[in-house]
């Protein structure tokens, strides 16, 4: 459903930007795996969440780019 995926992107984007909360920030994150969203056949979420892990590839706070990154390759890797 697209409503998980924005209220995902919602509660990792007021998660605090930094160290101490960087594993909570994780957690959501990883239910933005593409895996987990053709696993729940929410097809329709890709560009959705696509373009908030491009956003955070913005931010300042570079330990949440590598986590970005690879989740991002997950969707080019299912070739979506």
């Given amino acids: 459903d697209k409503n ?10 007021q998660c605090p ?7 909570s920030k994780i957690i ?17 979420s890709f560009h959705l969440s696509m373009y908030y892990l491009l956003g955070l590839l913005s931010s300042n706070f570079t330990p949440l780019w ?3 990154i690879e ?10």
């Fill in 17 to 23: 930007l930094n160290v101490y909360e960087y594993r």
């Fill in 66 to 68: 590598s986590v970005s």
């Fill in 28 to 44: 959501y994150l990883q239910k933005l795996s593409a895996d987990f969203l053709l696993l729940n056949n929410q097809t329709s």
């Fill in 4 to 13: 998980d995926v924005i209220l995902n992107c919602l509660q990792c984007e």
């Fill in 71 to 80: 989740l991002l390759g997950s969707y080019g890797n299912k070739g979506i």
